[in-house]
Structures are given as structure tokens and as C-alpha cells.
Nanobody, 125 residues
Framework: QVHLAESGGGSVQEGGSLRLSCAAS??????????MAWFRQAPGKEREGIAS???????NYVYSVQGRFTISRDSDKALLYLHMNSLKEEDTALYYC?????????????????WGQGTQVTVSS
């Protein structure tokens, strides 16, 4: 079983930066192909995928965060990161990391089998 735990959320002003971390159990390395992703959910809105990275390091971003957010992975420590720069009020949400096995990395919520508990990011003007 893959266990995930996010940390690093907080409150910042517009234009500020945060780095989110997600600790994954080493069990992920038992999969030849997998994808890890960051999702977020704002109040009253559906959960949306914003960044993903697969086992060979290929990344993908949703348009609204391209150029501002960077997803990365520390394989040795089984850690997933989300570096967020130039934060906007509309980035305010509960952020989740997620895992799925398989060779296709996408943002379909229903395809991800393991989720963390979420970490809150609040951006104020």
C-alpha cells in the first residue's frame, strides 16, 4: 500500500512562494510505471489536477500554473515537491498529492488510487 503525507502549506500574500512536500512510502518503487501528481480543491469547486510527474521524470502542468509551479521528485527519499511561485488569490485551495500505477500520467481524479490528507494554501491580496 502506498501512503502519502503532504506538508508545507500556509498563508502567503500574492506574489509570494511556497514549497509543498509529499512523503511517499518506498512501496512506490515496487511499480515499474507510476505517476504522482498534485491536485487542488477550492471551496465549492471540483478537485483539479495541476501537475504530474512519472517514473522517468516527465512532467505535465495545467495551463493555469505553467511557468509558476514546478513539480519535482527526490527518488532517493521518496519525496514529491511542488514549488509554487508568483502565487495568486485563485491558487487558494486544499492541495493533495496523489499516486497511480500505470504508464499514462494524466489528471483524471478517478484514476488515482492513493491520496494524502491535503495541506491548505491560502493566498491573500
Amino acid at each position: 500500500q502506498v501512503h502519502l503525507a503532504e506538508s508545507g502549506g500556509g498563508s502567503v500574500q500574492e506574489g509570494g512562494s511556497l514549497r509543498l512536500s509529499c512523503a511517499a512510502s518506498s512501496f512506490i518503487y515496487s511499480f515499474n510505471w507510476f505517476c504522482m501528481a498534485w491536485f487542488r480543491q477550492a471551496p465549492g469547486k471540483e478537485r483539479e489536477g495541476i501537475a504530474s510527474i512519472n517514473e522517468d521524470g516527465t512532467t505535465n502542468y495545467v495551463y493555469s500554473v505553467q511557468g509558476r509551479f514546478t513539480i519535482s521528485r527526490d527518488s532517493d527519499k521518496a519525496l514529491l515537491y511542488l514549488h509554487m511561485n508568483s502565487l495568486k488569490e485563485e491558487d487558494t485551495a486544499l492541495y493533495y498529492c496523489a499516486f497511480r500505477s500505470g504508464s499514462t500520467c494524466h489528471f483524471d481524479v478517478n484514476q488515482y488510487t492513493n491520496w494524502g490528507q491535503g495541506t491548505q494554501v491560502t493566498v491573500s491580496s
